[in-house]
């Protein structure tokens, strides 16, 4: 007999993990975030995993917080042997922890205990980790501090962005939560503690943590541009106006005294930096579509100077 699963996501993250699921388990019910105003006309838009969950045909639920008695009582009626958990957006009290006879398990998007919070992706790139991963952990009622049931590791490309690891964490987790539950269903596979005194946290950012601080070295702006990618954002101001830097490089030498300064390196606009240039090879200044860099400088006579 098929095991009787609800499922808690909201982004595109949670999407292979939900399409997973639903191939081989009986899924009662979905639990995700509500809708949100979104775009230039603020109109409501449903999280990718509601999208998901109706085409599948599966019923939803989207309470503001999970506490609520009529979330509760829907959980209690959907009755689940398991809940998974991937990249919900709330904590989960004991009351719900406690409900399935399995458990609760999360796929988390780091290799705990390191970067344990809501943007662990991001993290690892900001950091210049070498390698990140999923974790399948079962869940308790600290911030990612529960017992791991498997993990596995994946490299971090040079040329990676949190856009581009976030699509290939989010089959790797379904992956290996998919090989992992067999064995975690029979009683057979056992849980590591994690250690905590290796633990880091990764706090969820904000639209300012993409602001481009030109004293640092130019290697840690770069890994801000593609950890920003393609949100909160990363950006400098121009013209009294933030500018978003979607691609950016490195190169070596420069006179650090100057840092800011605005050069032209290689036909691209480029920045001075603490140390080492940063050449911003495709950008959107405000009110514009996104272009190149050299495609920036045909428009902007006056962008060599001083900040």
Not at 37 to 65: C, D, F
Not at 179 to 193: I, R
Not at 245 to 266: K, N, P
């Amino acid at each position: 007999m098929k095991q009787n699963i609800v499922f808690m996501g909201s982004p595109n993250f949670a999407l292979p993990t939900l399409s997973a699921l639903a191939q081989t388990y009986n899924l009662s019910g979905v639990v995700t975030q509500p809708d949100k105003p979104a775009g230039r006309g603020r109109a409501l838009k449903a999280p990718p995993v509601k999208e998901l969950a109706q085409q599948l045909n599966i019923p939803v639920i989207q309470p503001q917080k999970l506490k609520q008695p009529e979330a509760l009582e829907q959980l209690r009626a959907w009755n689940p042997d398991l809940i998974v958990v991937a990249a919900f957006g709330q904590i989960l009290k004991p009351e719900v922890l406690n409900l399935p006879r399995y458990g609760c398990l999360n796929v988390h998007a780091s290799l705990l205990p390191r970067w344990r919070g809501a943007a662990p992706i991001h993290a690892a790139i900001l950091a210049g980790d070498a390698q990140t991963g999923v974790t399948i952990m079962k869940m308790d009622v600290g911030l990612d501090t529960g017992d791991i049931l498997a993990a596995r590791a994946a490299p971090i490309a040079a040329q990676d962005t949190a856009a581009t690891l976030f699509a290939s964490l989010a089959q790797l987790g379904a992956d290996l939560l998919m090989e992992t539950l067999p064995s975690y269903f029979a009683g057979n596979l056992a849980s590591q503690p994690q250690e905590n005194a290796l633990s880091t946290y990764a706090p969820m950012l904000k639209k300012e943590d993409g602001l481009l601080d030109f004293s640092k070295p130019a290697v840690e702006l770069e890994r801000r541009v593609r950890a920003m990618n393609p949100a909160p954002g990363a950006w400098m101001m121009w013209k009294n106006a933030p500018m978003k830097v979607l691609r950016a490089a490195v190169a070596d030498g420069g006179d650090s005294a100057r840092a800011a300064q605005r050069l032209t390196v290689q036909e691209n606009p480029a920045i001075q930096c603490g140390e080492g240039i940063l050449i911003l090879q495709e950008i959107q200044p405000a009110g514009k579509k996104p272009m190149s860099g050299k495609s920036f400088l045909a428009g902007a006579r006056d962008w060599q100077g001083l900040p």
